[in-house]
């Protein structure tokens, strides 16, 4: 069984930062990549940032130069550092990882309950 816990969301201003952590827990033989996902209100799902277990990293365009996600793979967690939040970056942001259970299993992706990001304005 393998969990996904993030923490660090809350209400910020224009502007300011937040760090959003996520840790993987249970029965895990490695983590391929690790990402961050947004949806807001009435809106899709969309793919954030990621991170390889080599640390590659990719980000969306909106967040480039804003946002930075790092990885701490003797944690298994996965961090993301958002400065200078806008409004449009409101939003439940959920942590997903790509884990393997074991040498023999497949790898398979987890989710974790999301957790709640708000910029006023």
């Known amino acids: 069984q393998v969990q996904l816990v993030e923490s660090g969301g809350g209400l910020v201003q224009f502007g300011g930062s937040l760090r959003l952590s996520c840790a993987a827990s249970?029965?895990?033989?490695?983590?391929?990549?690790m990402d961050w996902y947004r949806q807001a209100s009435g809106k899709q799902r969309e793919l954030v940032a990621r991170?390889?277990?080599?640390?590659?990293?990719n980000l969306v365009d909106s967040v480039k130069g804003r946002f930075t996600i790092s990885r701490d793979n003797a944690k298994n967690t996965v961090y993301l550092q958002m400065n200078s939040l806008k409004p449009e970056d409101t939003a439940v942001y959920y942590c997903y990882a790509a884990i393997q259970t074991s040498g023999f299993s497949s790898i398979r992706g987890y989710w974790g309950q999301g957790t709640q990001v708000t910029v006023s304005s």
């Open positions: 249970g029965s895990i033989f490695s983590i391929n990549y």
């Open positions: 991170i390889t277990s080599a640390g590659g990293t």
